[in-house]
């Protein structure tokens, strides 16, 4: 009896009280035709997200997500991160982290199978810098639109292999 009242009361602290109010967060991807491609493959290790005055706070998937772009158009998009509490507040930046294994993104065209090179994906992943706010007792869903005809690039005397700008 004395040990159950104690936790009672140690989860009475003070600092409960004070605790700031959790929000979901939910992130789905979709995407645009990339021609000649068959295929586009991202491969996701997790996602962080940064709120103004705090440090980045991850979220890592306990087995990579991977997607086929392609097939995430015309309304059809995909999870990447469900509905997951963070702090209400004012938010700095999302960064959708890729899996670092080679061969992990890539695409697939008429002459086959091309890697897929992100600059600095490896290190920091695809950082989407755009502010946005986790409303208290409310839930934020974004969908994370990939425009690949923008984004992606052969780049001349580097083919076969195709790279993402990360804009």
Same mark, same amino acid.
């Not at 290790?45 to 997500?65: C, L, N, R």
């Not at 294994?101 to 695409?107: D, I, L, N, P, T």
């Given at each position: 009896?004395?040990?159950?009242?104690?936790?009672?009361?140690?989860?009475?602290?003070?600092?409960?009280?004070?605790?700031?109010?959790? +929000?979901?967060?939910?992130?789905?991807?979709?995407?645009?035709?990339?021609?000649?491609?068959?295929?586009?493959?991202?491969? *996701?290790?997790?996602?962080?997200?940064?709120?103004?005055? +705090?440090?980045?706070?991850?979220?890592?998937?306990?087995?990579?997500?991977? *997607?086929?772009?392609?097939?995430?158009?015309?309304?059809? !998009?995909?999870?990447?991160?469900?509905?997951?509490?963070?702090? !209400?507040?004012?938010?700095?930046?999302?960064?959708?982290?890729?899996?670092?294994?080679?061969? +992990?993104?890539?695409?697939?065209?008429?002459?086959?199978?091309?890697?897929?090179?992100?600059?600095?994906?490896?290190?920091?992943?695809?950082?989407?810098?755009?502010? *946005?706010?986790?409303? !208290?007792?409310?839930?934020? !869903?974004?969908?994370?639109?990939?425009?690949?005809?923008?984004?992606?690039?052969?780049?001349?005397?580097?083919?076969?292999?195709?790279?993402?700008?990360?804009?």
């Amino acid at each position: 009896i004395l040990a159950c009242a104690s936790a009672l009361f140690a989860g009475c602290n003070g600092d409960d009280m004070n605790a700031q109010p959790m +929000s979901p967060l939910r992130l789905d991807i979709t995407a645009a035709p990339l021609a000649p491609a068959t295929k586009v493959w991202l491969q *996701f290790t997790g996602v962080e997200v940064k709120a103004v005055g +705090s440090p980045a706070q991850s979220f890592m998937f306990t087995a990579p997500k991977g *997607f086929d772009l392609l097939t995430l158009q015309n309304g059809k !998009a995909a999870t990447l991160l469900g509905d997951t509490a963070v702090p !209400a507040g004012e938010y700095e930046w999302v960064r959708l982290i890729l899996d670092p294994v080679a061969g +992990s993104s890539y695409v697939i065209d008429l002459s086959g199978q091309h890697d897929l090179r992100i600059p600095s994906g490896a290190e920091t992943g695809l950082k989407l810098v755009r502010g *946005f706010k986790m409303p !208290a007792g409310g839930r934020a !869903a974004f969908t994370i639109d990939f425009v690949l005809q923008k984004y992606i690039i052969a780049p001349p005397g580097q083919s076969p292999d195709y790279k993402m700008k990360p804009v």
